[in-house]
Nanobody, 124 residues
Framework: QVQLVESGGRLVQAGDSLRLSCAAS????????MAWFRQGPGKEREFVAA????????NYADSVKARFIISRDNANSTMYLQMNSLTPEDTAVYYC?????????????????WGQGAQVTVSS
């Protein structure tokens, strides 16, 4: 089991950039496939991006591809989400998640551990 804590969420304006962090503890971080999900107001939680154990492979939702970049630092047990060209549609609580399998799943049901979430609000 791994414990996850997100940080970096805040209020920004449309067009701004923001970087979220997810700090992990409790288990060997490099054994986990990691992902970001988000849940907007009145919406279901949706996949944003995933990254493989060593960071060599990434997978993105179409809505964020070319704007967001997922990365990880296994030496410091931390994952990041660099978000560029933010729009009000990106407003959501962003969650980091971990799974023990190697597949870059987009299915939230396949993730074993979750953080508490970080609020990102984008004003127009």
């Amino acid at each position: 089991q791994v414990q996850l804590v997100e940080s970096g969420g805040r209020l920004v304006q449309a067009g701004d950039s923001l970087r979220l962090s997810c700090a992990a503890s409790g288990s060997l971080f490099s054994k986990y496939t990691m992902a970001w999900f988000r849940q907007g107001p009145g919406k279901e939680r949706e996949f944003v991006a995933a990254i493989s154990w060593l960071g060599a492979s990434q997978n993105y939702a179409d809505s964020v591809k070319a704007r967001f970049i997922i990365s990880r630092d296994n030496a410091n047990s931390t994952m990041y989400l660099q978000m560029n060209s933010l729009t009000p549609e990106d407003t959501a609580v962003y969650y980091c998640a971990a799974r023990r399998g190697g597949r870059l799943s987009r299915n939230l049901g396949e993730y074993d551990d979750w953080g508490q979430g970080a609020q990102v609000t984008v004003s127009s």
